[in-house]
């Protein structure tokens, strides 16, 4: 108590030279919270007579309800709370426990621990910054960086993560098997992912701002009644995604380069609330159980949910994560819109039947400009990709017709065609990607998909490359300046009447591939045939 007076009175002499502000003020704030409080306090570093020079020594002589006043200073310990007590350092950013790589820097093993005003660092993944096990622990005004995992909680509830500044880690905060926990008042930037709540209920996420983060600013996996208000996130390499999850409410938050994509494996994975979202200062569009829709003014990013009869036109949607989702979604259209720089997508379509995607402009560096998903009997015509390309996905009797992918060779892929069965591939210019032009992958499966007159030009690797997919229709294409025109593995397919620039003969084109063998390695030879190969090009598009 003589200590608390000093100090007093010290700060009562030099006040009027002092500005009000957190770092100057943190000890009158502190005497404030210890006022009345019936624990003693404990000192760690300083000058003091009796002040310990180890955290984890004052809190092995600490008694529940106590205070651990922790001077200015770098600690290099690894410290495990396990009493119900304060710790509060003199300043955050000159108060530091520096941790060893391989172990958590701070376990919270008690109850109704607080910690405040530290510099917490340097643990290694999969060790954390901070690990809490137990309920009702506040962290508050701290920063956590080049650790792990900086604040990873499992099977904890209703504590609080106020005010703290979290970067240069692989993930921020990682809750687990925990419910009723609040994220507040935080930035939370250039880590490799944000904040991930996995498997937990009823956590909230307010007034914090998520930036510049690699992977994903939130990440929501398995969870249900977890919401995100007022908070700014930007700029990372995806904004929210929502997966297998329940009941999510998303309010009066600001998404700048970043969007919002959902996933699931059934109807109720995609039901959320979202009021108030901008995305790049354009409203998110989110519509559930809809029939009939026109939209042709600003959006941000669309969300149709069990929807039919919409026509999305003449709309530029630019920098979210997917430009428009379409889920359990039949005979909508998309027509005449310009869907650019979307970190995951362009469009996405899962469970969804009988949409037209027409005459659109799709161009990003990264993903793809058409996901189908478990989609069917889907047209896909005139449209024109710029450095994405397509994919099919269990999705069976679709149609893709007259388009131009151009991957500028930035793209590996032009069109993926996996597990999916019976498409029409035909009329489209496929060109400028680094690696191959089309891939049919399977399981061992007769997929029957039919690629007709299209054209294949200046592929880094392949044209086409097939792997476990039989009985596909190969007929009527170009195929120009190519390393390696075709080749397959596991596959046996029907090819005819063909361009080969490198084959000039009047006789059956051989193709080759192999059988493949455990591990990936080639047992023996295969051999299709072009039967009967064409000695001039086709003409263009229809």
Known sequence: MKRLVVI????????????????????????????????????????????????????????????????????????????????????????????????????????????????????????????????????????????????????????????????????????????????????????????????????????CKIYSNDYYGINLFDVSNTSIYNSSIFKNGLGIGICCSLNVFIANCKLVNDGIRIDGVEMRHYIHKMENVTINGKPLLYFINQQGGNIQGDAGEILLINCSNFLIKNLSIENADVGIEIVYGQSNKIENCKIYGNEDCGVLAISSSYNEIYECRIKSKYGYGLHAINSFKNEICDNEFIKNGIQLLYSNNNSITNNTIDGKYNLQIGMRIDMSKRNFIAY??????????????????????????????????????????????????????????????????????????????????????YIEGFYGTPLFPLINFDWNPALKPFGGRK
């Not at 809190?59 to 410290?79: H, L, P, R, S, W």
């Not at 309920?135 to 703290?164: P, T, V």
């Not at 489209?428 to 690629?451: F, P």
């Open 8 to 207: 007093g009175v010290v700060f009562m002499l030099f006040m009027p030279s002092l500005t009000y502000s957190e770092n100057t003020n943190h000890l009158f704030s502190f005497i404030s919270e210890n006022n009345g409080n019936n624990g003693k306090t404990l000192y760690v570093g300083g000058n003091g007579p009796n002040n310990y020079t180890s955290i984890q020594n004052a809190i092995n002589d600490a008694n529940d309800g106590d205070t651990i006043f922790v001077f200015n200073g770098t600690y290099y310990e690894n410290i495990a709370i396990d009493k119900s007590i304060k710790i509060v350092g003199e300043s955050k950013e000159t108060t530091t426990i520096m941790g060893k790589k391989y172990k958590d820097v701070v376990s919270i093993l008690a109850e109704n621990v607080t910690i405040k005003n530290f510099t917490i660092k340097g643990c290694e993944m999969p060790e954390t910054g901070i690990y809490v096990s137990t309920d009702r622990n506040k962290i508050i005004n701290c920063i956590l960086e080049s650790d792990g995992i900086a604040i990873y909680m499992e099977n904890a509830n209703e504590n609080m993560i106020f005010g703290c500044e979290i970067s240069k880690n692989n993930d921020a905060i990682y809750l687990e098997f925990s419910s009723k926990n609040e994220i507040r008042r935080c930035f939370i930037h250039n880590n490799f992912e944000g904040i991930s709540i996995e498997n937990s209920c009823s956590n909230s996420i307010e007034n």
């Open 428 to 513: 489209n210019n496929i060109t400028g990607c680094w690696d191959t032009g089309l891939v049919i992958a399977s399981r061992l499966s007769i997929d029957k998909n039919i690629i007709y007159k299209n054209n294949f030009y200046r592929n880094g690797v392949h044209a086409i490359w097939i792997a476990d997919s039989f009985a596909n229709m190969i007929a009527e294409n170009n195929f120009i300046e190519h390393p390696v025109t075709a080749s397959f593995e596991n596959a046996w397919n029907i090819w005819f009447h063909n361009y080969w620039d490198d084959w000039r003969a009047p006789i059956p084109k051989p193709i080759y591939g």
